[in-house]
């Protein structure tokens, strides 16, 4: 069984998943971006640490991977590690007639280009890879039965997102038109902050109050001793919704982090 990270232009993706899943069928370790980049994560370090862990990496070539900046910095970290290694590490995998770049000349490729030759090329890719054990085939039985648990489980999830609608609905029933343009502007201003605005943005003596605000207004207070919020938060009594949005946001960065 080997491991390999699939380099690839966005464009390609229907391709690259595709060569994933079969690769995956035959056993292998398939590192794609989309299923292991999480939002936060910093893309160099991930593509980095993705490149560095595999066995082999995989150069899908098409009219527009030659061209992405990011394909060429990949297959430079790649081209390094087969150089330190002394052994193949790139795959050069033709999906369209160009030229192949750079230290690939003269590679070998699997070529891809003509789909009627796809079982073909996917075979001498996986004779490449090695031997590998595919995973078990389930019985009907099996599937049966995994069906049954994934539809319980979509059924709970559905009913955990109505409730969640619901919640949402109630909550925008009590807001002022004014909190309501406030919250729109703030998540677009700042997308990341909109499940916190949603819920916990608030008002204070008709000021409305977003993650945002909040946040700008405590540096400031740092910065200068005091902020307009400050007052309006003690004359509302409002420093407990205040106190449960920076709560909520706290969480939400830990359990980012922790994902």
Not at 67 to 91: F, P, Q, T, Y
Not at 136 to 149: F, I, N, Q, Y
Request: with cysteine; hydrophobic share 40%; aromatic share 6%.
């Amino acid at each position: 069984m080997s491991s390999v990270f699939l380099c690839h232009s966005h464009k390609d993706k229907p391709f690259t998943r595709k060569l994933a899943a079969d690769l995956r069928h035959a056993g292998h370790i398939v590192w794609i971006d989309e299923a292991e980049i999480l939002v936060g994560d910093s893309l160099v370090e991930k593509i980095r640490e993705g490149i560095d862990g595999v066995d082999f990496v995989a150069a899908i070539l098409s009219f527009t991977s030659i061209d992405s900046e990011w394909v060429k910095k990949e297959l430079d970290l790649a081209s390094n590690r087969e150089i330190d290694e002394k052994r193949v590490v790139v795959l050069p995998i033709l999906l369209d007639d160009v030229e192949l770049p750079g230290f690939l000349k003269g590679k070998c490729y699997a070529d891809f280009k003509e789909e009627s030759q796809y079982l073909n090329s996917l075979s001498a890719l996986l004779k490449r890879l090695g031997p590998s054990t595919p995973p078990p085939k389930l019985s009907t039985e099996d599937l049966a039965v995994l069906k049954k648990k994934l539809d319980a489980a979509k059924a709970i999830a559905q009913q955990h997102a109505r409730e969640l609608d619901r919640q949402k609905r109630l909550i925008s029933l009590n807001r002022s038109p004014k909190l309501e343009a406030a919250i729109e502007q703030a998540n677009e201003n700042n997308p990341e902050h909109k499940l916190i605005n949603e819920t916990y943005a608030f008002e204070a003596l008709n000021l409305p109050v977003t993650l945002g605000y909040l946040l700008w207004s405590i540096a400031k207070s740092e910065r200068r001793g005091s902020c307009p919020l400050e007052l309006s938060l003690s004359i509302d009594k409002k420093w407990d919704q205040a106190e449960l949005m920076l709560e909520a946001y706290s969480d939400y960065i830990g359990s980012a982090e922790e994902s």
